[in-house]
């Protein structure tokens, strides 16, 4: 799923393509796309766009008149530049956003369809699709203490709550908390204050280090390659690979759709966290410590 830093690149590719533009249609490949119906989508033909904006995983076009289209990629979805009239490819293409300047593809690969697209008069209504999650890089320490701990969660599940933080989701959770050396698993209200200025500093780091990183590879183009598993991440999508700070097979959790990587040396002390799967199949053969685990591999 894009996360925040996606979110901004994709942001920074589209203001200087659509702001100041008409929009002059949209044409939906895929109707199960629009999940609302007043006001109706033709209301937008001809509309300006005059802001752009993230809403946590979000994106969103303010149009004149009041109008604001909000657009969540979910897991697969993801957007193209393409030329003038431009038509959505095959099965994946769900809509056609058309500019003078050029048309904004989206597309979402798999069969499931997540993606949506909703529009919605005046702030008001914007702001129900706001999960209301603390933005992280605007933030104070104080201010991510607080929402930190204001309920007793794990990390995993914290930084990945949008009504607790914003635009943060599974892959960059995974590296924020290899970087700051932690469990996914600690509780949150477990954490000295000492622990939590380190995780708010790593946190800091990973995002500004990565958005850095995106929008010198975009340059003055558009993002093409958005994706979860980069090979130049350190723990997440790279189960069984060693880790880069200290060459440790990278371990995982994984529940239901979700999947959490971490190094068990940098972020456990060793310990192999239970897979609620696969620990209980296994039983007494689960590795349970660093040692079990490389032992197997002699």
């Not at 393509?17 to 007043?38: E, I």
């Not at 069969?111 to 008001?124: C, F, P």
């Amino acid at each position: 799923m894009p996360e925040l830093p996606d979110i901004v690149v994709y942001l920074d590719c589209l203001e200087p393509r659509v702001l100041g533009q008409p929009l002059q249609r949209v044409r939906l490949a895929n109707p199960f796309l629009l999940r609302s119906f007043d006001p109706p989508i033709g209301e937008t033909a001809g509309r300006t766009v005059i802001g752009l904006r993230r809403m946590g995983k979000r994106i969103v076009l303010t149009l004149e008149g009041d109008l604001f289209l909000v657009l969540h990629l979910m897991i697969a979805g993801r957007l193209y530049w393409k030329g003038p009239g431009a038509k959505p490819p095959g099965k994946i293409g769900l809509a056609a956003f058309d500019f003078p300047t050029g048309t904004l593809i989206l597309t979402e690969a798999g069969s499931k369809r997540r993606a949506s697209l909703h529009l919605v008069r005046g702030e008001s209504d914007l702001a129900k699709h706001n999960p209301g999650g603390l933005e992280v890089l605007d933030a104070s320490e104080a201010q991510f203490h607080a929402a930190l701990t204001r309920e007793n969660h794990t990390l995993k599940r914290a930084l990945t709550d949008p009504r607790i933080f914003s635009g943060i989701g599974n892959a960059y959770s995974d590296e924020i908390l290899h970087r700051a050396h932690l469990s996914p698993l600690t509780l949150t209200q477990s954490l000295p204050p000492e622990v939590i200025t380190r995780l708010f500093t790593a946190l800091r780091e990973t995002l500004t280090n990565w958005l850095t990183r995106l929008r010198t590879e975009v340059g003055e183009g558009f993002p093409e390659k958005v994706t979860a598993l980069r090979t130049d991440f350190a723990v997440h999508g790279r189960f069984g690979l060693p880790c880069p700070a200290c060459n440790t097979r990278v371990q995982r959790i994984i529940y239901a759709e979700n999947e959490t990587n971490y190094c068990p040396r940098c972020q456990t002390n060793g310990k192999i966290l239970a897979d609620r799967s696969l620990s209980r199949l296994l039983k007494d053969d689960w590795p349970r410590t660093v040692e079990d685990l490389e032992g197997e591999t002699k």
